[in-house]
């Protein structure tokens, strides 16, 4: 196929318009637009959960909890007895084993930590629930009070 370029133009001496038409350009890109548009909802799509809605829930302190504190010094406290980490697994199997024993109750964690503990300290205690096979680790937060 052959385009014969040389008699293209009128021979008049009119000079070429070199400027870009962009209505077909802004034409193609309002049907692009409309196009992803359309499609991008049909693409996304998400699994049909329920989300949980926040409660504050008051604790209930009862006689078989453990209450576990780290203050920022990274010292760990079982039930408000400075203790060695290294023997907070053994201590919290026998009182669970204590619990099981007596109420058939198994025993909560509650840990209480200062807000500038690493949370290295924190991560200790609830490797140390987990090797003792604690079920329920819970934290003690204060709350929010005008936005702290």
Same mark, same amino acid.
């Given at each position: 196929?052959?385009?014969d370029?040389q008699?293209?133009? &009128?021979d008049d001496? &009119?000079?070429? +318009?070199?400027?870009i038409?962009?209505?077909p !350009?802004?034409?193609?890109?309002l049907?692009?637009?409309?196009?992803? *548009?359309?499609? /991008?909802?049909? /693409? $996304?799509?998400e699994?049909?959960v329920? *989300?949980?809605?926040y409660?504050n829930?008051?604790?209930?302190?009862?006689?078989e +909890?453990?209450?576990?504190?780290? @203050?920022?010094s990274? +010292? $760990?406290?079982?039930d408000?007895?400075?203790? @060695?980490?290294?023997t907070?697994r053994d201590? !919290?199997?026998?009182?669970?084993?204590?619990?099981?024993?007596?109420?058939?109750i198994?025993?909560?964690v509650?840990?209480?930590a200062?807000?500038q503990?690493?949370?290295? &300290?924190v991560g200790?205690?609830?490797l &140390?629930?987990?090797q003792?096979? /604690?079920?329920?680790?819970?934290?003690?937060?204060?709350?929010?009070?005008?936005?702290d």
């Amino acid at each position: 196929m052959a385009i014969d370029v040389q008699h293209a133009l &009128a021979d008049d001496g &009119a000079e070429l +318009n070199t400027t870009i038409n962009t209505t077909p !350009l802004v034409d193609v890109m309002l049907v692009l637009l409309v196009i992803f *548009l359309v499609t /991008i909802p049909v /693409i $996304v799509q998400e699994v049909p959960v329920r *989300l949980p809605t926040y409660r504050n829930v008051v604790t209930v302190t009862k006689p078989e +909890n453990i209450v576990i504190a780290v @203050d920022a010094s990274e +010292n $760990v406290y079982f039930d408000n007895q400075l203790i @060695d980490i290294s023997t907070l697994r053994d201590r !919290l199997i026998r009182k669970q084993e204590q619990a099981a024993a007596t109420t058939r109750i198994y025993p909560e964690v509650h840990i209480r930590a200062d807000r500038q503990v690493r949370f290295e &300290a924190v991560g200790r205690v609830i490797l &140390a629930c987990q090797q003792a096979a /604690i079920q329920k680790v819970g934290f003690i937060t204060l709350p929010i009070a005008g936005g702290d």
